[in-house]
Structures are given as structure tokens and as C-alpha cells.
């Protein structure tokens, strides 16, 4: 049989319905009690040596219960949380005390339409307001990616539609009713982050020209200005190294 068997079903935190704080301690502190609430326990220390059993020790102090529900509330609130198929979000907390995100972490979107994928060691910024160094990506089916705009007629540039495009977005649909519209560029995008952008209006044209008009970091790079007619598309990624949107052929 591969794998190992599967545990039990953690279905809510153990201790859930204790009388807090009566009959929990939540959250277990990290910073040692010693010296703060002799016996309590911390996750520096876990129980103190005062409540080691030690027969003829009159200092002793048995383990608190409300310690013991505590740790056991914390550790099988996680369980309970992978068992019901969910990953963690952006904690700044967590993240100031490991130095940052590691390379190749997984987190999930607080609005629930996706997930962030980190590429950069020690990360400590938060994706879900936009942090650099995480590239995010959405389920197929998953709309999210999806944006639908109307650029005015004339230049746009720096284009985020209002800021409908995020570093989520892989598909723009662009409708300039006004009149022929240009765009010279958008938002930066999450290093690696690609997309599809089309022309939906029947006559009038949408010209993205190359290493010009926006941002540096915002300009899109390639062999030369491209128009796009009716339902033409193109393809472009974002690259941090070059701080361009790459044209794909």
C-alpha cells in the first residue's frame, strides 16, 4: 500500500466549546513564563520544569488544564483545517518571525478565487495587497482571471482598467467603443504572470505599442507595434528580470 494509512477526522479543534479563558488558554504564548505565571506554559518552553513530577519537591505545580486544551485547541484546529482540504493565508506574524516566506511556499487568496506561489527566499510581503515575488494562479473555470474593459479612445497608459487588472488577471478583453484606443502598457504583473489580451469591437482597433509611453516596468517589449482587429489576440508575460511584459509569439 503507498502513502500511510489516513488519521482519524479531525472535524473541529479539540476544546472547542471550552470556556475561554475559564477553561483554555488561547492563545498558548510563545514568550516563556518563567518567571511571568509559574507552571503556565509557552511554546518556547512548552510546561515549565516546575511542573515536572519530582517526588518531595514542594515547589511543584501540576500542568494547568487550561494550558493542556490550549495546545491541543491550536495543533488540532491545523488538523481540522487540512482535513476539510483548506491552506493557510498570509500571516505577518508568522512570516516576520521565520525571516520570511520560503522559496517555493503555497498560500492561499483571502478571497477565496485562488493561490499564490512564492519565488523569492525569505519573502515578507503580502500578496493579497500586492507583494512582489509571488505569482498567482486560479483554477480553470475559475473566472477570476477574467476582465472585461473598455480603454477610451486614444493612449492609455500604465492601463489597469480601473483596476480591475490585478496580478490575478490571465485574460483582458478590450471593447474601445469610443474609437481606436492605445495602450502602451500595465500594471506590473507577478513575475511570470501571462496574458491573453483580445480585441472584442467589431471596427475600432487596438494598437499596443512596444518601449513606449508607460513606465518603463509597464512597457510591453517585442519586434515591433502591434494592432489588433476584431477578435485578434496576443499573448504577453510579465518578467521581473527583464521589468517588462514580454510580447509571446
Known amino acids: 500500500m503507498s502513502g500511510v494509512p489516513n488519521p482519524p477526522t479531525v472535524i473541529i479543534p479539540f476544546a ?41 519537591d514542594p515547589n511543584f505545580v501540576p ?6 486544551n490550549g495546545v491541543l485547541y ?19 506574524n508568522a512570516q516576520y518571525a521565520w ?27 503580502n500578496p493579497d495587497t500586492g507583494g512582489a515575488g509571488w505569482i498567482g494562479w486560479s483554477p480553470a473555470g475559475v473566472g477570476v482571471g477574467y ?16 483596476g480591475a487588472i490585478t496580478k490575478s ?11 481606436d484606443a492605445v495602450v502602451t502598457g500595465w500594471i506590473v504583473g507577478a513575475d511570470g504572470q501571462r496574458m491573453v489580451v483580445t480585441n472584442v469591437h467589431a471596427s475600432n482597433t487596438v494598437t499596443l505599442p512596444v518601449l513606449t509611453g508607460s513606465a518603463a516596468n509597464k512597457q510591453m517589449r517585442g519586434a515591433a507595434d502591434i ?23
Open 16 to 56: 472547542a466549546d471550552a470556556a475561554d479563558p475559564a477553561f483554555i488558554t488561547l492563545p498558548i504564548p510563545v514568550d516563556s513564563q518563567i518567571g511571568v505565571l509559574p507552571g503556565a506554559a509557552s511554546f518556547t518552553d512548552g510546561f515549565p520544569p516546575l511542573t515536572m513530577p519530582n517526588p518531595g
Open 169 to 179: 488577471t490571465n485574460t483582458v478583453d478590450l471593447n474601445p467603443t469610443g474609437g
Open 147 to 162: 476582465v472585461s474593459a473598455v480603454p477610451p479612445a486614444g493612449t492609455s497608459n500604465d492601463y489597469d482598467a480601473g
Open 63 to 68: 500542568p494547568f488544564g487550561q494550558d493542556m
Open 74 to 92: 491550536m495543533i488540532s484546529a491545523f488538523c481540522a483545517m487540512l482535513q476539510a482540504g483548506q491552506l493557510c493565508q498570509f500571516d505577518d
Open 99 to 125: 525571516g520570511g516566506y520560503k522559496l517555493g511556499a503555497n498560500l492561499a487568496k483571502v478571497d477565496g478565487t485562488g493561490f499564490w506561489f512564492n519565488v523569492v527566499d525569505g519573502n515578507d510581503t
Open 227 to 249: 494592432t489588433l482587429l476584431q477578435n485578434s489576440s496576443i499573448q504577453i508575460q510579465y518578467s521581473v528580470g527583464a521589468g517588462k511584459w514580454l510580447v509571446i509569439p
